[in-house]
């Protein structure tokens, strides 16, 4: 079975890190088969019927945006964004790293999600047998995520664009939590669902603009 993963490469303090990224798409060739991650771009299926991407941004929106497969099935951003957490999970505990029965499932939410997002994830991961998640705003995953010398009091403006969402946030270190380390205070937050995919896209229609004109 093809790996869903695809290194991610970064360098910090002169060092290289790379760490497996699993890329947010999921493909049905009919109700029972489907592919995600690397998957779906080694076989290069990510424009065609039965993909999905971006579920995050259409189930905030609560926006079906249903697709019809070649067996007749419909399928939607909530069932595609189901589908794929499940997978990602089961991939998790088939790599022997993970031991869902014990550990917690930390999953990042944006910082404009409204409540229907949040219940949406909450009850889908209680569906999947999930025993114990953390839902972590985008921006303290953020930081945490990128130094590990972090100070009391210390304060960050953070901007976090990805695919389908800008997230603007203010957050201030706080004294060590329990015994969960470190622990932040978002002092101020706003987002927009904007990201690089709509970058691209107005991109793309300004060179087909362009190229019409020069034609």
């Not at 189930?59 to 964004?81: E, H, P, Y």
């Not at 976090?160 to 969402?165: F, L, Q």
């Amino acid at each position: 079975v093809q790996d869903v993963t695809r290194p991610f490469r970064f360098h910090m303090d002169g060092r290289e890190t790379e760490i497996p990224c699993i890329p947010s798409l999921i493909y049905y060739r009919n109700a029972e088969t489907n592919f995600i991650g690397q998957q779906v771009m080694g076989h290069m299926l990510g424009g065609s019927r039965g993909s999905f991407r971006l579920m995050k941004s259409y189930i905030q929106k609560r926006s079906q945006n249903k697709q019809k497969l070649d067996d007749g099935t419909q399928v939607d951003s909530f069932r595609a964004g189901r589908d794929f957490l499940e997978k990602v999970l089961a991939f998790a505990a088939q790599s022997g790293q993970v031991d869902l029965s014990t550990c917690e499932v930390a999953i990042t939410v944006p910082v404009e999600a409204f409540e229907d997002y949040t219940e949406w994830l909450s009850g889908t991961c209680t569906e999947l047998g999930v025993r114990r998640y953390r839902l972590i705003d985008e921006s303290s995953a953020c930081i945490f995520g990128y130094d590990t010398h972090l100070q009391p009091g210390d304060l960050f403006l953070i901007f976090d664009m990805g695919g389908g969402t800008l997230d603007v946030s203010v957050v201030r270190i706080e004294e060590q939590v329990g015994d969960s380390g470190r622990g932040c205070r978002v002092m101020g937050k706003a987002g927009c669902s904007i990201g690089g995919s709509h970058i691209d896209g107005w991109l793309y229609a300004a060179i087909g603009d362009f190229g019409f004109m020069e034609a």
